[in-house]
């Protein structure tokens, strides 16, 4: 299997800009977690999906970012309009189903830079 | 509220020598505890978990975890550290057993000299 495949690997935007980070799951895991790595907060999650339903978006920081499943292989994350301080990693995870004994795969990220 | 702490940000061994990285949670339930390493430029990839039963557990990669209820801890150890095990190491605890909701340690990065 590919694992996760977040995209891109890499991005560079100025402030006000709108940013689409985007995530393809491990074909047939239920469930789709999206983090942000930082220094100074380390790694907080945003917002996870169950069959494309969002279950928990206590994570999302704030009406700028919005989260979307259209379908099972596919997510969005979107931050509009972006600031400097939005600039993390960001991580996309999937599990195959509910519970613990799921474990998570995680994506290799998605460095987001706001100048 | 549940939260995990790594009292170690930062931790150098020598190739060959033992490691442990410490992990203490806070949950008044039975917890369930995972150790993720982070290589650079890539994911979170799974060493072990705890869930219950036997309080030493063995993961991938010849790391082991031992749960002290008592301590509140889930220490990682590694007897004989390779250069390839430069990482970052976190420490997690589900917070619920049926949604795979995670909170993750601050970290801990591993150098491995020569």
């Known amino acids: 299997d590919a694992g996760v495949i977040q995209s891109p690997r890499h991005e560079v935007t100025e402030m006000g800009q709108e940013v689409t980070l985007r995530c393809k799951p491990i074909s047939g895991h239920d469930y789709l977690f999206w983090y942000r790595q930082t220094m100074m907060r380390g790694l907080e999650l945003l917002i996870y999906f169950n069959n494309n339903v969002p279950i928990d978006d206590s994570g999302m920081p704030e009406d700028r970012f919005s989260a979307k499943m259209p379908n099972a292989s596919f997510s969005t994350l979107k931050i509009q309009p972006s600031e400097p301080r939005d600039s993390a990693v960001y991580f996309c995870?999937?599990?195959?189903?509910?519970?613990?004994?799921?474990?998570?795969?995680f994506g290799d990220g998605t460095r987001l830079s706001i100048l | 509220a549940q939260s995990v702490t790594q009292p170690d940000i930062h931790i150098t061994v020598s190739e060959g020598a033992s490691l442990e990285l410490r992990c203490n949670y806070s949950y008044g339930a039975t917890p369930y505890l995972f150790w993720y390493v982070q290589s650079p430029g890539q994911g979170l990839q799974l060493l072990l978990k705890y869930f219950s039963g036997d309080t030493l557990v063995q993961g991938i990669k010849g790391f082991e975890a031992e749960f002290k209820r008592s301590q509140s801890s889930f220490n990682l150890r590694k007897p004989s550290v390779h250069w390839s095990d430069a990482a970052e190491y976190f420490c997690?605890?589900?917070?619920?057993?049926?949604?795979?909701?995670?909170?993750f340690g601050q970290g801990t990065t591993l150098q491995v000299k020569p």
């Open positions: 997690a605890v589900a917070p619920a057993s049926n949604t795979g909701k995670l909170i």
């Open positions: 995870a999937s599990s195959p189903g509910q519970g613990i004994n799921q474990p998570q795969h």
